[in-house]
């Protein structure tokens, strides 16, 4: 405190040594004096005022404490009357148990009730669904199938939550309603016979087809929930999930791979132009299926389907697998270039794709790096493919055979020429964007460089 008050003292000192610096200050003392009391008793009323704050805001946490400190005298004499109830409960707690075990079997009793009409009037459900079956209803017949599963279910679902390790009466339950998984399975035939014949069905019928796609997206809706509730419970019916979406995928794959397969109905022992009546025939079917497909079948399935481009893929690889089957068998020279002639007439995959990879390296020019050794490939590919075509015309190519070959179609050799013109095109391409910066830069101090060379980079990848 002492050091404090000499502190003040040697400040004031400082203060009014400063002040009275010369002789004519020396009558406004008495101003100064003024000056100095109004600012003293400013800070006397504020250093007041904080402290008063202060012992207001020590009050409010003292009353503050003291609230807190009377609710937690209350809560702990809640809890003490709690624990003293509760243990005197224990007692009333245990005799509710018959009351809980009767609570637990009135609901039994009353999911058996509910499910009891469904239960006696099984065989009965079971004749009606058959006969619908039998007659095409398929939506019907589903309707009453799906009534079947769920009485089953959720009687085996019951005594499941009841006792899982009881499977005496589980396997009773699953026998009880055997028939169900017979009419499941007679039923998925039907739906699979409606989407074999798809192609016809939606164009004689449509609403049989829109009634077997309704039927599968129940189907998954109800794998969906079972599956959600396996999670949760660990319980899952017999004969799920069922995956008849997956399945009709399936079926169309292998319909679509008979249907190419399918299209060859002469030999070359029958017929010499059987190549390329067989091709012929493929490419009608295929040109057909798909424009049915996209004007009507597409109507006939949800949006999330994609038909359309599944379909497109099972034929692409429906007709991959084919020509692959017709390449490894042993054909004649005139067979090897209609077989030839009909993949470049309708896959044009050599050239879109020599296309793309050019429009992939324009975007991004340091990739890939080998581009224009791939082209210089392509090009001389292409080359030497026409001249063997050419060389293969003249030595076996026969007009009958050319007969065969509808003159609409530009020839093979042509096509190939016009990959490889393409190529050469982008090899220039390739070039002027290379002195591209170097033309733009034609001045004496750049002509007068020595190091040219980096502004050719095709010199150095030719």
């Not at 003293?40 to 609230?67: C, F, M, P, Y």
């Not at 050419?390 to 020839?411: T, W």
């Amino acid at each position: 405190m002492k050091e404090t008050d000499r502190e003040a003292v040697a400040t004031a000192v400082q203060r009014v040594a400063g002040m009275l610096q010369r002789p004519d200050q020396l009558d406004k003392v008495e101003q100064y004096r003024r000056r100095e009391a109004r600012k003293k008793a400013s800070v006397e009323a504020r250093l007041k005022a904080a402290i008063q704050s202060q012992l207001d805001g020590v009050r409010t946490g003292l009353s503050q404490l003291h609230n807190a400190l009377n609710d937690v005298k209350d809560i702990q004499q809640s809890l003490a009357d709690v624990s003293k109830d509760w243990r005197q409960s224990i007692n009333t707690i245990e005799s509710l148990k018959d009351v809980k075990d009767a609570v637990v079997q009135h609901s039994q009793l009353a999911a058996a009730v509910e499910n009891l009409k469904n239960i006696f009037s099984v065989p009965e459900i079971v004749r009606e669904t058959q006969d619908l079956i039998e007659q095409g209803a398929l939506l019907q017949a589903h309707r009453k199938l799906m009534d079947l599963e769920c009485s089953r279910d959720g009687l085996m679902y019951e005594q499941y939550r009841m006792d899982s390790g009881n499977t005496r009466d589980m396997t009773l339950i699953h026998g009880y309603f055997g028939s169900t998984q017979g009419l499941s399975d007679e039923l998925a035939k039907q739906l699979w016979m409606v989407l074999q014949r798809s192609l016809v069905t939606v164009r004689r019928d449509p609403t049989l087809l829109v009634s077997v796609v309704r039927i599968i997206e129940r189907e998954e809706k109800i794998d969906r929930r079972i599956l959600d509730r396996k999670k949760q419970t660990g319980f899952v019916p017999p004969g799920r999930p069922k995956n008849w979406k997956e399945k009709m995928f399936t079926i169309l794959e292998r319909t679509v791979t008979t249907r190419i397969e399918g299209t060859q109905a002469d030999t070359r022992e029958s017929d010499k132009m059987w190549l390329v009546r067989h091709l012929e025939i493929i490419r009608k079917y295929v040109l057909d299926d798909l424009i049915v497909a996209k004007n009507l079948m597409v109507q006939c399935f949800p949006p999330h389907y994609e038909i359309f481009k599944n379909l497109l893929n099972m034929y692409h690889q429906a007709l991959s697998t084919r020509m692959q089957d017709l390449a490894s068998e042993d054909l004649e020279a005139n067979e090897i270039v209609s077989l030839l002639t009909w993949v470049l007439n309708t896959y044009t995959r050599y050239k879109d794709e020599a296309q793309l990879y050019k429009e992939e390296h324009l975007r991004n020019r340091q990739h890939p790096h080998c581009y224009v050794q791939y082209m210089i490939a392509i090009i001389n590919n292409c080359q030497t493919f026409k001249e063997s075509i050419v060389s293969l015309k003249r030595k076996y190519l026969k007009n009958e055979v050319e007969e065969g070959v509808s003159p609409s179609q530009p020839s093979m050799d042509g096509i190939l020429d016009a990959i490889a013109k393409e190529g050469c095109s982008g090899l220039l391409e390739e070039v002027f964007l290379d002195l591209e910066v170097g033309l733009a830069l034609s001045s004496c101090r750049f002509l007068g460089r020595s190091p040219v060379l980096p502004h050719c980079p095709l010199g150095h990848r030719l």
